[in-house]
């Protein structure tokens, strides 16, 4: 137990006595740092100026002023009928979509998940009610036939609520 003893309080020894290790040399051996070169004063930091503090104005409802015959509207409701008896002949689906892209082959393809509306036509007839976005400038009106033939394709304006095919 005295030799457990000793060579714990001489390893502490020598632990405090080396500083504990670490930060030495890579060369192995103990090199004394040179001692730090003289610096110079600092230059006197200029004044502190305080930042101008900023006070947000307070509003309330009060405050506002809205013309009487201010009516906005973000979404436009449009009606489309289509009459594409000469186009189709048998079934046929249409679709209707407000994003589309124009292939390299001029073929509009349409974003599908903007689709708006659809609807099974009816002796090549419809009638869609829908809603979009009042920034839309033009609608894709795809009409599929069951007969596997490409869709018939036509870019309709929204120039005004009533829509044609």
Known sequence: MKALTVTS????????GCGGGGGGSDSGGSVSAPPPAATPDPAPAPA????PTLVAAQ??????SIPDDFDYRPIEAYSLLVDATNDVSGRAFVSVYTEFSEKVSGDLEPNYE?????QALRNGKAELNFNAAEHVGSFLV????????DPVKKLVTASSEKLAW
């Open 48 to 51: 502190q100026v305080p930042a």
């Open 114 to 118: 903007s689709k708006v509306a659809s």
């Open 142 to 149: 795809e009409i599929w036939t069951y007969d596997g033939n």
């Open 59 to 64: 509003r309330t409802m009060e405050d506002l």
């Open 9 to 16: 309080i001489i390893s502490l020894g020598l632990l405090v």
